[in-house]
């Protein structure tokens, strides 16, 4: 790597998380889409920190985090960081939801990873639904069920005694909705101080975006360029190549740069943390340096705002459960007074 190209900390932007904890504006997703190696992921980790990334965004079911752990000893052994600068999440997987389970799951990845805390622990999915790893789309396990408040409750009680044994220091939400947080919210003893969520130019969630930092929470996205590697079992006829956008090729002309960056720009410059990932280095240099350089003016962030299809990539169809009518059961069923029909 030539590090005469390392992006210097102090202009990469930060965002503030509910306490005053800074987080990078941009991080390194590592799943792999069922795609790429545990030992190429855990590579680019290594030439991304290198590069000046401080936020990877890890979990459990990705099956890497060993080896990106290697790659972190190998990193402070090298004192090319110290763990200090260092922003690592991960999250609990749908099958360790049950009593006692999470902080196993916890301990499992802090082994793995080599580290003594996590910064920020996610409820991966609000229910105990998982599948087999490379299943197809149409994979059903006979056990899912639709959410349920007291299990996802049972399930973040775990999550706010990590925090209490001093094992992670922020937890966070994922893949959830309006009416799951309404439900849940008032419960949680410590609040979720980031959401994960997917959020793209053509799959914006203004709603649940504006609910989330209205109540100081910080919206992470995942797909933040349309995911084009994403397992053929997220793929649907009527997805939306969001570099196709209008809005977004007009402004990656303008700008003279590839469509994924302005997807990027956007996201950074609306207010979230996109987390794309990446095995490739001119890639992942790009990705952080744009954000660092050449902004998108207010009318080409306007324009890409109305670019906004509702088109969901990651649906979920593995998740499931039996009598279910289809994939937007686990994004809500509400009735005609807006409650869940569980």
């Known amino acids: 790597m030539d590090m005469e190209r390392k992006i210097e900390q102090s202009r990469i932007p930060v965002r503030t998380l509910r306490g005053g904890e800074r987080i990078p504006c941009l991080g390194l997703g590592t799943f792999g889409s069922d795609k790429y190696g545990a030992e190429e992921i855990a590579e680019a980790v290594y030439g991304a920190v290198k590069y000046g990334y401080r936020l990877i965004d890890c979990a ?34 749908n099958d360790m939801h049950g009593e006692g389970k999470v902080l196993e799951s916890c301990k499992k990845s802090l082994e793995d990873l080599g580290l003594d805390y996590l ?152 207010g979230q943390v996109p987390i794309p990932f990446s095995v490739k280095e001119a890639q992942y240099q790009s990705n952080l340096k744009c954000v660092t350089e050449d902004p998108l003016t207010e009318a080409e962030m306007e324009a890409i705002c109305r670019e906004d299809r509702n088109c969901r990539l990651i649906k979920g169809q593995v998740f499931l459960w039996k009598g279910a009518r289809g994939w937007e059961d686990l994004w809500d069923l509400l009735d005609p007074e807006g409650a869940i029909v569980q």
């Open 119 to 270: 910064d920020l622990y996610f409820v991966h999915w609000p229910f105990p639904n998982y599948h087999a790893p490379g299943c197809g789309g149409d994979s059903r396990n006979p056990d899912s069920r639709p959410f349920s408040v007291e299990e996802f409750m049972n399930t973040w009680r775990q999550c706010e005694e990590l925090v209490e044994m001093g094992l992670v220091r922020h937890i966070g939400m994922s893949n959830m909705t309006i009416p799951k947080m309404e439900a849940v919210l008032p419960l949680c003893r410590i609040a979720p101080a980031a959401l994960e969520m997917e959020l793209h130019p053509s799959f914006q969630q203004p709603e649940l975006f504006d609910y989330a930092v209205a109540r100081d929470i910080l919206p992470i996205g995942y797909c933040p360029i349309g995911s084009p590697s994403r397992p053929e079992r997220d793929r649907t006829p009527e997805d939306v190549a969001d570099g196709e956008l209008p809005g977004v090729a007009a402004a990656a002309r303008a700008h003279g740069v590839h469509p994924a960056l302005v997807c990027l720009k956007w996201a950074v410059q609306r």
């Open 60 to 93: 459990s079911v990705y099956r890497n985090e060993d080896k990106i752990g290697k790659t972190l000893e190998r990193l402070f052994a090298e004192k090319a960081v110290e763990r200090k600068e260092l922003f690592i999440t991960s999250k609990v997987w």
